[in-house]
């Protein structure tokens, strides 16, 4: 039973993590219609901001807020400079300059921080809570996770539901020229939405790097997870995203823990699980109705 | 039965006035392209205030690119529009509603993904906070986008489509509106609905309009002016009535 | 429907597979030929959609006989276009049937239409924007391929034998309509016109023996939309046809008969000046007597705001 | 009908664009061979205009091959497996429009065929192993191109990006039968005596195995490209089009969308089951950290940068893939940086040069080109009757 | 024999004695000799592995500013394959083909380097010191006679720990947390020979799977106080922190791979800004070693790898896995000195199946080089960390692998030559 308690518990913290990413990717697909495979770059190179500064004694949560920061200013000038001038353009060419920037970045940071392991702080214990006289595998750290994820997601849903911004976000997305000629101020809101998802992406790299290793391509995998929760819930939906992080999350880990050398399987089974949601429904979860086709 | 025009003899008095109505659009040797197809060739026309001003024209004359042209979705390489006298050539196309422009474009420019209410509401985002009733107010009009308010604009027909537009253009409150085939796929009974709508916010609420249409006897039938391009150089500008008599001319360029 | 099935290529698989209801009589030459009377007939009795909570149609019936044009009017939403969907298969009635050559047609897809010889244009163009004109008429002649996968994938001469003849159809089907002249070109800039001329072509050259025409005449000039009615109704010599459209003088000038519906229920039906003299029509369709300007007094009542510079 | 009229009343719409809409499919848009037609210098039959190509590509390779040095000769036999790969991957995404970042995943499943057919003690012909890796990676495509045939953009991404890390994880996990981590290694059969013979008559080199290989990788490249091309030529090449432009138009003409996906999918897993049986051989292991979501991802950049839908798009992207990164490198030693720095400015460099060519040329090279070509032509023609 | 004996020092100018330096084979000169490499530089396996040639670089440096061998300049170049089979097999090439270099040293990874194996085997290039501690290497040099393991294989490893354990804690219920490929294999099947029935879970995690709480709750669950890692480095530090989430406290032995206490210990250490963990966590951990470590600072071969890291001016510490290459640099010294004077490629082989077994150097126990067999070292003491340092547990202990013994190396350590370089005598 404990076991299952903490087999469990790890799904759950490690699914929210893979929920924060989710939501960066649903963000900017929801203010853009682009795919950021950069995403994990970009966030691995505001993480190393933070850690710079942690080196030099600053704090974690001033780290944290110039990270979410440059986050914001990288997002705005990437969209600005690299993701312009594909906007618009074949779909499969700003998924291409995604991959070039995620490679370049990943590559900058190994050239600027160096390719080795360093330790990234958390600032909440490791220790799991105590539950009678034992330890659960649930720490105050993964309580600052799954917390903070969480009012994200609740951001987000009120920014799309409830703002004029948000409005204004979708719009530019889907229509442009329409969006425009409703006087919208599209470029704006494209790079809004570009630096929001790089901050909440930002974040997301600073509660996954909290108490493990960082080094330059320490987001890899979780690019792949990330986006596989963000497709399972539906691209659209930032409830979505936290449900398909934590479904995937849950699967993993008892997948991992109750299948002889499931460890091996967690891909394949990340495989499995995402074709037989998308078999049952092709746009996800929570996938906006299809479209009327004549 | 095919003329939607509500009161027969508008055109005459507002063919009368034409002459004395200030000029609110001006457009000056417009020339625009596409790669090597020159669309529109130095097109000069104005549209007045508080009139409409139809723009005829066969398939591909540059009816569209006209519109196109002065919302700034296409850059001209020479000439000027002006707005109320001030330059917008340049100005950029989301400037434009703000001027008091609202461009419908051709071809039912929803927003697909957004229902139509967050389609209405994107209309009014620029001019702030909006009250529920002018949103209702719309729905009234074309109450079979009345029903659909919660749904995602895809499920429109086409002709719903064409009625979410011109709802979200006149939500903008403009001062002149440019509408590209505003009757394209719709009944009827609906291009009378909207020509007479027209017509009525023009006389009671000094609207100007730019008309694009297809339909040259529907739209000469509510215009106060008439200007014909045919290879992207207008041929004639007369008003509608005169047009509508000269049965050379809509031989020639009008087809009926 | 039978004899298709023989004649497939041997290496013919997956979606080449599909049964071609018509060869033999005509995989020999592009041109169909002499034209015989149609005979064939569409039935479609107590059809209803519903659309979440919508009620797209309730209950609508029609026949299409051989060689008729029949036109199918009503407001915007009324659901013309549902209709014709629900005769491609594109949406399941959740009740009614369709009849068509004397067989019930159940659980339609909608790529078994050419099959059955039925054919449809789509409201607006619906070109493939990739492909030469020509490619896009040669895609509609789909069903007249008798070259399998494989000469395909070796570049057998019965591939290209194949392509030729599919090549000259599709020539002959944008020569009818006058429009081989821009065989090669892209549709993408095109006038508008063309472009409606490219999708009808593509919709004849299967040679359909029922044509599906969804507002064929919308965006067209007077002198277009003239040619059009006098096109469609040498049609009805090969064929039926079913059209959907807006311009009333076209549709009085062309059909046989009309159905006239509205809010998804058939309100109307008969001849052309059965139909125009209906009064349910003319209230609900035509709208002689529209009360335009208590519409716009109900919206100048907003007008407060408005700009004025 | 009264076309005269039309064209009469618009000539300036009538030389309206000759060119090909500006899209990354630009190049995926030549017309098929009946419906371009009016060539007069080559023979009007596809089959055999394709084999005189495919002839002088032929002589081109072994002029190729004989000219340069051994370690070219390696990197060629690189660029053959990448190029029959990213072959297969214009078909399905280029030509059909579904997006893959799998296909490293059906690499591995012809790799790990083609290892174990050849660790038998004593393994059939080269030629059969290799179409044993083309079927049974076929098999798993249509496998896979049955549950994608229904998903579209991201949602086709996320699956086949799943795939692309899920597939190579069953080879951990069947560690006795598919060497897990390690891998299973490839013992490459070695050149026949003909071969031999073969380039000693034709240039007097020796035939080392790495030429064998080199060779081997582009007949198999001749010949995939060849059949690929058949293909794009062809009919189904047509309708694969027709699917990706307007999917209800098409399903309207009679075609069967789903089926048509899926046939996409199982050519292009051919090829790759093929790229993947080569690369076994060329790189002598088949490990799943061989098929890295990198690969995938570099064969899906390969053919947009290429430019996306033609084949001579997918072998130049390819050639990019192959010699930029150890160029890259070798600028920066010869700019002093040490061996770490000048490795780490390769995937810089790399990721660089994607982002400027999907900038300054969005339609790829080929289809950059091809555009350049049309709109002077057009301007050419204009030219020609305003002065007629 | 080593450390004296020869006027003709390799340290000393070169080419005097007997006669002429040649252009004796494939990337000889008369003047360098050319080495290759491939590492993962770049990568999810850059970290930490991607010093190794940092380190050798610094030693062959040192090597050439004291004139080389033989009057020879080693020229080494590293190349990186990211880890990836694929690009090990075109960057071998490239080094092989292209840059035509003597002999590849020190090449890293087991699916990496096993896809170049069949390939050097068949073009007679030395294949030195492969950096894994695969059987591969050296257990079948009738197979491929070019290639040399040289670091303690994780078979032999696993036998050592497993007669420790047997000795030791004879009551100890054993969990083992493996790497699941052929390292933990390797490790598993060497410690079972000695107390499978001590062993009551063994859980394995595949690398780049970095959720592995389940695998450290399995071990907890299944009651055992004793755990054997064989993982990397990345993985002790997840395992600790599991196992600190889950209060989690048994004995922990991870093998030299995984317990790089320096970079281990002062991660963990940071982990929390002390919140958690104000001493190591991995206090009172035991691991083996066949290297002395950066945190023997009295220990003279780390005293000369600091010197002659500090004298190559590159960027970063000195860290073990830069003391491992520049051993690994001294070993190679050492073949090549006994290659002799114009060395080839067959020469060098047989040079170090010759006299390798005598070779003295930083290695803890003697390498098992010889005609019969190309196994690295073939033993490793056992220490536990305390603090960021270590203390012997453990003298070296021999074995090898399959039944060999266990048995207690009888030889002292040896010291570094005065030069810091090695000086064989070559081989006829
Ligand atoms: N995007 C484009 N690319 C190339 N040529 C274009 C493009 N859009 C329009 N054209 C060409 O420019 C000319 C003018 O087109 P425009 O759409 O303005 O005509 P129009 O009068 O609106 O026609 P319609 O009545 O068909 O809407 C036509 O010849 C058309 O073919
Ligand atoms: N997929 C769908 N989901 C929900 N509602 C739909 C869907 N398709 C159609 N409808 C609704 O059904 C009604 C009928 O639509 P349909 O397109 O058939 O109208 P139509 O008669 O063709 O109108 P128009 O003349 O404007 O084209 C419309 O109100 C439309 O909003
Ligand atoms: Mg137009
Ligand atoms: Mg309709």
Not at chain 4, 116 to 123: I, M, R, T, V
Not at chain 5, 312 to 338: C, D, F, K, P, W
Request: with cysteine; net charge negative.
């Amino acid at each position: 039973m404990q076991y299952f308690i903490n087999v469990t518990l790890t799904g759950l913290t490690e699914g929210m993590v893979y929920a924060a990413f989710a939501l960066a990717l649903v963000l900017i697909w929801r203010s853009t219609r682009i795919v950021n495979f950069a995403q994990g770059s970009m966030a691995a190179a505001t993480t190393f901001i933070a850690l710079a500064l942690i080196q030099n004694g600053q704090s974690y949560w001033l780290a944290l807020v110039v990270a979410l920061a440059s986050g914001f200013v990288l997002g705005a000038v990437i969209e600005r400079v690299v993701i312009r001038p594909v906007e618009g353009g074949p779909e499969l060419n700003a998924v291409i300059v995604a991959l070039g920037l995620f490679v370049a970045i990943q590559a900058a940071i190994a050239i600027i921080f160096g390719s080795s392991f360093q330790s990234f702080p958390t600032p909440f214990g490791l220790e799991g809570f105590q539950v009678g006289d034992s330890r659960i595998a649930l720490t105050p750290t993964s309580l600052y996770v799954i917390g903070s994820v969480l009012v994200v997601m609740a951001l987000l849903v009120v920014l799309f539901r409830f703002t004029r911004v948000g409005l204004a976000m979708r719009a530019s997305a889907f229509g442009q020229e329409v969006a425009r000629l409703l006087g919208v101020k599209v470029g704006r809101m494209l790079t809004l939405g570009w630096a929001l998802a790089a901050v909440v992406g930002s974040l997301a790299g600073l509660l996954i790097a909290g108490g493990e290793f960082v080094y330059p391509a320490y987001m890899d995998s979780l690019i792949v997870f990330g986006f596989v929760a963000a497709i399972l819930g539906g691209l659209d939906s930032p409830v979505g995203a936290i449900v398909g992080g934590l479904v995937l999350g849950l699967a993993l880990s008892y997948v991992s823990g109750y299948i002889e050398r499931g460890s091996a399987l967690v891909n394949v089974a990340a495989l499995v699980i995402l074709m037989v949601v998308l078999l049952v429904r092709p746009g996800g979860i929570f996938a906006s109705s299809t479209a009327r086709r004549a | 039965m095919a003329d939607p025009r509500p009161h027969g003899s508008t055109a005459v008095t507002a063919a009368g006035g034409t002459a004395t109505a200030p000029a609110l659009l001006e457009v000056e040797d417009l020339t625009s392209s596409y790669g090597p197809v020159r669309a529109l060739d130095g097109v000069t026309l104005s549209a007045r205030a508080g009139r409409i001003t139809a723009v005829l024209g066969a398939n591909g004359a540059g009816k569209t690119t006209l519109l196109r042209t002065i919302s700034g979705l296409v850059r001209s390489s020479s000439g000027r529009v002006l707005l109320g006298g001030e330059d917008i050539t340049a100005a950029p196309v989301e400037a434009m509603v703000g001027k008091g422009m609202a461009h419908v474009p051709e071809g039912r420019g929803v927003i697909a993904e957004l229902t139509v209410d967050e389609n209405l509401r994107v209309g009014a985002l620029f001019r702030g906070k909006v009250g529920r009733d002018e949103f209702d107010r719309i729905y009234d009009l074309f109450p079979r986008i009345a029903e659909r308010r919660d749904q995602p604009a895809h499920v429109l027909s086409g002709g719903e489509r064409q009625m979410l537009v011109i709802g979200r253009a006149l939500l903008a409150k403009p001062r002149i509106l440019l509408l590209d085939e505003p009757s394209l796929g719709l009944a009827p009974r609906i291009v009378a609905q909207i020509f007479g709508l027209l017509r009525q916010l023009v006389d009671t609420e000094g609207l100007s309009v730019l008309l694009v249409e297809q339909n040259a006897r529907s739209a000469l039938s509510v215009a106060d002016v008439g200007v014909v391009l045919n290879l992207g150089r207008v041929v004639v500008t007369d008003s509608a009535r005169t047009l509508m008599d000269d049965e050379d001319l809509r031989h020639a360029y009008l087809g009926f | 429907m039978a004899g298709g099935r023989g004649t497939r290529g041997k290496g013919a698989v997956g979606p080449l597979a599909q049964p071609s209801p018509t060869a033999g009589s005509t995989a020999t030459g592009p041109r169909p030929a002499a034209p015989t009377a149609p005979t064939s007939r569409l039935e479609m009795t107590g059809i209803s959609v519903a659309f979440g909570g919508v009620t797209a149609l309730s209950d609508v019936s029609l026949v299409v006989e051989p060689g008729q044009v029949h036109g199918l009017i009503g407001p915007n939403g009324a659901g013309k276009t549902t209709l014709f969907n629900v005769a491609c298969g594109l949406v399941r009635p959740s009740a009614g049937e369709m009849v068509w050559r004397g067989r019930p047609v159940r659980r339609l897809r909608p790529h078994q239409l050419a099959g059955l010889g039925i054919s449809r244009t789509l409201q607006g163009v619906g070109l493939f924007a990739g492909m030469t004109v020509l490619e896009n008429v040669m895609v509609g002649a789909h069903r007249h391929a008798r070259a399998g996968f494989a000469s395909a994938l070796l570049a057998l001469p019965r591939s290209d034998a194949d392509e030729r003849a599919l090549r000259a159809r599709a020539t002959a089907a944008l020569a009818d309509l006058g429009a081989e002249r821009y065989a090669g070109r892209y549709p993408g800039g095109l006038p508008y016109p063309v472009q409606k001329r490219v999708a009808l072509a593509r919709a004849l050259v299967s040679e359909p023996d029922l044509l599906l025409l969804d507002e064929p005449a919308s965006g067209l000039g007077e002198d277009e939309m003239h040619e059009l009615g006098e096109l469609i109704r040498t049609l009805s010599g090969r064929m039926s046809v079913l059209l959907v459209e807006h311009h009333m003088d076209l549709v009085m000038r062309v059909c046989d008969r009309i159905t006239v519906l509205d809010s998804g229920r058939q309100i109307s039906a008969g001849t052309p000046a059965e139909v125009q003299a209906d009064p349910a029509v003319t209230e609900a369709y035509l709208g002689d007597d529209v009360d335009v300007a208590a519409d716009a007094a109900a919206l100048s009542a907003t007008e407060g705001g408005r700009h004025h510079g | 009908m009264t076309v005269s009229d039309l064209q009469s009343s618009a000539p300036v719409a009538g030389q309206a664009t000759e060119e090909a809409p500006t899209t990354a499919t630009a190049a995926a848009n030549a017309p098929s061979a009946a419906a371009a037609g009016g060539r007069t210098f080559l023979p009007r039959s596809t089959l055999l205009r394709h084999l005189l190509l495919v002839l002088v590509a032929a002589v081109a390779a072994v002029v190729l091959l004989e000219i340069t040095d051994p370690f070219t000769n390696s990197q060629l036999a690189t660029l053959s497996y990448y190029a029959i790969a990213a072959g297969g991957l214009t078909v399905l995404t280029g030509m059909n429009g579904q997006i893959s970042l799998g296909h490293g995943a059906l690499m591995a499943v012809g790799a790990y065929t083609t290892a174990l057919f050849l660790s038998a003690d004593e393994p059939l012909p080269l030629p059969a192993i290799l179409l044993a890796a083309v079927v049974v990676a076929t098999a798993v495509g249509a496998l896979v191109g049955v549950a994608a045939a229904r998903l579209h953009g991201p949602y086709l991404a996320g699956a086949t990006l799943a795939l692309a890390v899920g597939l190579p994880g069953l080879a951990i996990y069947f560690n006795e039968w598919l060497g897990g981590d390690q891998g299973l290694r490839v013992r490459a059969p070695r050149a026949p005596e003909w071969f031999e013979q073969f380039i000693s008559t034709v240039s007097g080199n020796s035939a080392t195995n790495t030429k064998w290989l080199a060779y081997v990788g582009a007949i198999c490249l001749l010949i995939t490209y060849f059949l690929l091309a058949n293909l794009v030529r062809s009919r189904i090449g047509r309708t694969w089009r027709a699917v990706r432009d307007q999917e209800v138009a098409a399903e309207l003409a009679g075609i069967n969308l789903g089926a048509w996906r899926v046939l996409a999918f199982v050519v292009s897993a051919a090829a790759a089951g093929l790229a993947g049986g080569v690369l076994a051989l060329v790189v002598r292991l088949a490990a799943p950290s061989g098929f890295t979501l990198v690969l995938s991802l570099s064969l899906l950049t390969a053919i947009v940068i290429g430019g996306l839908g033609s084949l001579l798009g997918a072998l130049l992207g390819s050639a990019l893939l192959v010699f930029l990164p150890p160029f890259v490198t070798d600028l920066g030693a010869g700019w002093g940086l040490d061996n770490t720095e000048a490795a780490q400015l390769a995937p810089f460099v790399y990721g660089v040069v994607l982002v400027l060519a999907m900038i300054f040329a969005p339609a790829g090279f080929v289809g950059t080109l091809r555009t350049r070509w049309l709109t002077s032509r057009a301007k050419r023609s204009a030219a020609r009757t305003s002065r007629g | 024999a080593c450390g004296g004996g020869s006027d003709d020092g390799g340290g000393g100018g070169g080419g005097d004695a007997g006669g002429a330096n040649e252009a004796s084979d494939i990337g000889i000169t008369e003047d360098s000799i050319k080495l290759g490499a491939h590492f993962p530089l770049t990568g999810v396996a850059a970290p930490g592995y991607s010093e190794i040639p940092t380190g050798a670089q610094a030693y062959y440096d040192y090597v050439n500013d004291a004139g080389g061998v033989n009057g020879r300049q080693i020229e080494y170049i590293y190349r990186d394959d990211a880890y990836n089979p694929t690009n090990t097999s075109q960057v071998v090439n490239q080094l092989v083909l292209e840059d035509e270099v003597f002999a590849i040293v020190g090449g890293l990874g087991t699916p990496t380097h096993s896809a170049v194996l069949d390939f050097l085997n068949s073009e007679g290039v030395p294949d030195l010191f492969v950096s894994s501690g695969s059987l591969l290497w050296g257990e079948d040099p009738e197979t491929n006679p070019y290639t040399f393991g040289w670091q303690t294989d994780y078979e032999s490893e696993g036998k050592i720990i497993g007669q420790y354990i047997a000795d030791e804690f004879p009551d100890a219920k054993v969990g083992l947390f493996l790497q699941d490929d052929d390292f933990g294999e390797d490790g598993e099947s060497g410690i079972r020979e000695y107390i499978d029935d001590q062993i009551v879970a063994a859980e394995r995690y595949t690398p780049g799977n970095t959720q592995i709480g389940p695998q450290i709750a399995a071990l907890q669950a299944a009651g055992a106080d004793f755990v054997v890692g064989f993982n990397v480095p990345s993985y002790t530090a997840l395992s600790q922190l599991a196992a600190l989430q889950l209060g989690y406290d048994p004995q922990w032995f991870y093998s030299n791979v995984g317990s790089d206490p320096t970079l281990v210990g002062s991660l963990l250490n940071n982990f929390s800004q002390g919140k958690v963990t104000d001493a190591s966590v991995l206090d009172g951990t035991l691991t083996t070693d066949y290297l002395p470590t950066v945190d023997e600072p009295d220990n003279p071969w780390v005293q000369l790898f600091q010197e002659v890291w500090d004298a190559s001016g590159q960027e970063g510490e000195l860290t073990n896995y830069r003391i491992y290459g520049m051993a690994q640099a001294y070993t190679t010294v050492q073949a090549l000195q006994a290659a002799g004077q114009n060395p080839t490629r067959d020469g060098l082989v047989e040079a170090i199946e010759t006299a390798g077994g005598d070779w003295e150097g930083p290695v803890l126990a003697p390498f098992r080089y010889s005609a019969d067999s190309h196994m690295g070292t073939s033993g490793m003491s056992i220490s536990r960390i305390t603090g960021t340092s270590t203390e012997e547990v453990l003298p070296v202990q021999l074995t090898d692998i399959g039944d060999a013994e266990i048995t207690e190396s009888d030889t002292e350590a040896a010291t570094p030559p005065e030069s810091g370089i090695p000086d064989e005598e070559p081989v006829d």
